[in-house]
């Protein structure tokens, strides 16, 4: 059993290469992300404020959350067009500061990868979450690269959206993720970090491919 950690901003390219490495290499491909965004989606459904309070962690300890076969259930319902919002990402950083909840995600996270081999996406997997993984990747791109590319997507989605306005809430999103002082966005010590501004997602899973192979032996 091997685990490979994926942290990086927001359009770093993340979950295309994590779920490429994870088919080439036969393991399960874990989106944290999402489950931050599920609780965002679900206290905000709740209309219940996204900050530390007595509802919201009574909330929490009720939020049923599950990944079975890919894909990511809340109460019992598959969940994944409603996470992929525009706002999401923002209600899903403004959860991500919350010990309890940081707790909760780690813990799912934590239980699959006991029992096979895991390749997961995130901002803290190489430094808190599996600090023990194998194989840590940090992948970087310019602002402006990871705005493009999340406007593309979301136009791709038919998801409206300006391009400035893109840059400003991955800018607003990135010093939220990197300033908190639970689990801040940065590379873990011993990763290796990739600028993927100009390369193609070919280019990054070769990278990859040819660590991982490098390391293992
Ligand atoms: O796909 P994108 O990189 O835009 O976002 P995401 O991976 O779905 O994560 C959404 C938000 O959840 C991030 O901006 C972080 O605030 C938070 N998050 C986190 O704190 N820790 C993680 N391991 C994953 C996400």
Do not use: W
Request: one cysteine or more; charged letters at 35%; aromatic letters at 6%.
């Amino acid at each position: 059993m091997f685990h490979i950690a994926i942290d990086g901003p927001a359009g770093s390219g993340k979950s295309t290469i994590a779920k490429s490495i994870a088919g080439i290499l036969g393991c399960k491909y874990l989106d944290s992300g999402a489950i931050y965004r599920i609780i965002g989606y679900h206290m905000t459904k709740k209309n219940i404020p996204l900050k530390k309070s007595q509802e919201f962690t009574e909330e929490l300890k009720n939020v049923k959350i599950e990944v079975k076969n890919d894909k990511y259930y809340l109460f019992d319902e598959e969940i994944n067009e409603q996470i992929r919002k525009k706002e999401s990402g923002m209600y899903a950083s403004e959860v991500a500061k919350i010990g309890e909840v940081r707790d909760k995600v780690n813990s799912i996270l934590r239980s699959i990868s006991s029992k096979m081999s895991t390749v997961i996406d995130g901002r803290d997997i190489g430094t808190v979450v599996l600090p023990d993984a194998e194989f840590k990747i940090f992948l970087t791109a310019s602002p402006e690269e990871r705005a493009r590319r999340r406007f593309c997507e979301l136009r791709e989605k038919n998801i409206s959206a300006e391009y400035d306005e893109v840059l400003k809430e991955i800018n607003e999103r990135d010093a939220a993720d990197t300033l908190r002082n639970l689990a801040p966005l940065r590379p873990a010590e011993d990763s290796v970090t990739i600028d993927t501004t100009s390369l193609s997602v070919e280019d990054v899973v070769g990278r990859i491919k040819r660590y991982v192979e490098e390391k293992k032996q």
